[in-house]
Nanobody, 114 residues
Framework: EVQLVESGGGLVQPGGSLRLSCAASGFTFSNTAMRWFREPPGKGLEWVGTIESNGQVYRSTSVKGRFTISRDNANSTLYLQLNNLKTEDTGLYYC????????WGQGTQVTVSS
């Protein structure tokens, strides 16, 4: 059974940092590209970025320069480092697999507020 479990969200002040984790199991993580999405309150899903199995990273322009995506294949874990957070970064953050079918985690809440 494929499982994706996000963690690391929380409440942070503008300009602060968080590190989100996504623990994966039930599939060959090292061979699988992964994505991060977020869902701001009252809005639709927004793609944050993708990391290929070879480590190549693609990020949306809204987070480029502030967010970093990485992976630890030995521990089947995906990471999203969020720096210089802004209020508009508030939302529910999801990790997903890339491919068919696409698997999603349950999400972790990030709230940026003073």
């Amino acid at each position: 059974e494929v499982q994706l479990v996000e963690s690391g969200g929380g409440l942070v002040q503008p300009g602060g940092s968080l590190r989100l984790s996504c623990a994966a199991s039930g599939f060959t993580f090292s061979n699988t590209a992964m994505r991060w999405f977020r869902e701001p309150p009252g809005k639709g899903l927004e793609w944050v970025g993708t990391i290929e199995s070879n480590g190549q990273v693609y990020r949306s322009t809204s987070v480029k320069g502030r967010f970093t995506i990485s992976r630890d294949n030995a521990n089947s874990t995906l990471y999203l480092q969020l720096n210089n957070l802004k209020t508009e970064d508030t939302g529910l953050y999801y990790c997903t697999t890339v491919g068919e079918p696409t698997y999603w985690g349950q999400g972790t809440q990030v709230t940026v507020s003073s």
